[in-house]
């Protein structure tokens, strides 16, 4: 394709963009508009928006080569994506939090959470881990679709990065969280037939069936790098080794921690206070499902496979082609996919950060603007956007800092670090105030902090993976980890940190009576 036609498409989308986040903008008459679309939003849009902001760039190009690298245990994820993500989190969940933040008037995750406790501390704590703790999240989004397009049309990463970080500021801070849905579902329909796409060439290009192509990756396991076979790996069609490090990191940090983490994450529970009715809710459930099955099941089952076609073309398996496994998806689809192709699937990349970006970049600003804000002496206004919107410039300002601060083969690990902490934080309590009336304030505001503070302390001073390249705990003892003892030290922090957030909010709201 040549460059004339390629720069036409990428104008037509960018223009596509433009007029939606117009029309976002043109929509937004008040703070709620802005913060929630007017609790009027179509139940197809809010299925696609939930779908695109759950699927980042990070689950594409990070996830996906993690499954080159590691195999297809990371199925596992999908799975727990479909069933936790979406069906558990719509009908039991989304529900709920519907009528729950309707009968509060909450305009905001932190909001819902502060009001229905009664507590200020809840919310402003709630809002200031969103602000302080999303970026790392954010800025792992935007490597992602960063390195996506210095890799596939060898553009400088940090003019990518600029370009359509500046897009996506544009239209979340005019058209509010209308400008983020009309886009997200947009973008959306091009994930999902990229990757629907994806699979039927694949195949197609490897001139090999479904069950063909499953056996000839089976049969390749004894090239499994020595180096991965140390910790765990037996093969891309099998679960690593049970109890090894590898094991560990698949089913604590990848499918426990995005799986579970899910259900607690701020910019997608907030969506489902943007319908007006339960029904609108249920509607949505098949078509994020769907969404999820094509678009993360197709780039977990191809990033694996992508072995097959490494080791035809060059003799090697895809980690040995490309040690950095965040670049492994990119140079697939650059070698092994139509050069035409490769642009529809820059888009998609684009596509897939923008849509996370723009949610978080919302979800940071809203908890700024309406939940941290008044305490900085500003008279509370229910008309004005003005302090969501300072909020959204900032948190795109200190995401954009972090991300040149990020080390190769980040992206999934950094997605599943955020996720997990949400879960440890935030999930008990966002249960509670769902299902249980006995949970009490200063049951939610110990379940909060020591949710926080235990992931914080894992991360920092026990699990190998985040203590040894923050480097805080050799500084202050001397060692890399408090605790040479295997595998303590490759167990995930979400599995010491979200049953001890479960128990306090437990005992304490039994304890304490308000």
């Not at 008459?29 to 695109?52: F, H, W």
């Not at 406790?117 to 954010?138: H, N």
């Not at 891309?236 to 983490?261: D, E, K, N």
Request: proline share 3%; with cysteine; charged share 10%.
């Amino acid at each position: 394709m040549e460059t004339l036609d390629i720069g036409i498409i990428v104008i037509l989308y960018m223009f596509v963009l433009a007029w939606l986040g117009y029309l976002g903008y043109k929509r937004t008459k008040n703070a709620s508009d802005y913060l929630l679309g007017g609790r009027q939003t179509n139940a197809v849009i809010m299925a696609l928006s939930y779908g695109a902001t759950f699927i980042s760039a990070s689950a594409i190009v990070g996830f996906g080569g993690v499954a080159a690298t590691f195999g297809m245990g990371i199925q596992w994820l999908c799975v727990l994506n479909m069933l936790m993500g979406v069906v558990v989190a719509f009908i039991f969940f989304g529900r709920r939090t519907r009528r729950i933040g309707e009968k509060y008037g909450a305009n905001t995750f932190p909001g819902l959470l502060g009001l229905h406790f009664g507590s200020r501390t809840v919310q402003v704590f709630v809002a200031v881990v969103i602000f302080i703790g999303m970026p790392l999240y954010t800025a792992v989004v935007m490597k992602g679709g960063a390195v996506f397009i210095e890799q596939m049309f060898h553009i400088d990463y940090n003019v990518a990065l600029l370009v359509f970080t500046l897009i996506v500021a544009a239209y979340v801070i005019t058209g509010g969280i209308k400008g983020v849905m009309y886009t997200d579902a947009f973008q959306a329909v091009i994930m999902f037939a990229c990757m629907f796409f994806l699979l039927i060439w694949f195949y197609k290009t490897m001139d090999m069936g479904f069950s063909e192509a499953n056996r000839a990756l089976t049969d390749i396991a004894h090239l499994v790098p020595e180096r991965f076979r140390a910790i765990g790996h037996q093969g891309w069609t099998s679960m690593p080794v049970t109890g090894s490090p590898q094991w560990y990191t698949l089913v604590t940090s990848l499918i426990l921690g995005v799986g579970i983490g899910c259900l607690a994450q701020p910019q997608l529970a907030v969506r489902f206070m943007m319908v007006k009715s339960s029904k609108q809710l249920n509607r949505g459930i098949l078509i994020g499902s769907l969404f999820i099955a094509i678009t993360v099941g197709t780039i977990y089952h191809i990033g694996a496979l992508s072995n097959l076609y490494f080791l035809r073309t060059n003799g090697l398996v895809a980690s040995e082609v490309v040690p950095d496994l965040d670049k492994i998806i990119p140079l697939f689809i650059n070698s092994a996919m139509p050069h035409w192709f490769g642009v529809f699937f820059m888009l998609c990349i684009i596509s897939a950060s923008m849509s996370t970006l723009s949610a978080l970049f919302h979800t940071m600003g809203s908890a700024f603007g309406t939940d941290i804000f008044p305490l900085l002496g500003r008279r509370r206004n229910p008309h004005s956007s003005l302090g969501a919107r300072l909020g959204v410039l900032i948190s795109i300002i200190i995401s954009y800092i972090i991300c040149y601060t990020l080390s190769a083969g980040i992206i999934a690990k950094g997605t599943a670090l955020f996720m997990g902490i949400c879960a440890a934080t935030f999930l008990p309590t966002y249960f509670c105030s769902l299902y249980w009336k006995r949970a009490t304030r200063a049951g939610a505001i110990a379940s909060l902090s020591t949710g926080l503070f235990v992931s914080l302390f894992m991360m920092l001073f026990m699990h190998k993976a985040e203590a040894v390249p923050v480097g805080i705990c050799r500084a202050l003892t001397g060692k890399d980890v408090l605790f040479e003892l295997y595998p303590w030290n490759s167990i995930d922090p979400i599995v010491f940190a979200l049953p001890l957030s479960i128990a306090v909010i437990i005992i304490v709201s039994l304890q304490k009576k308000e």
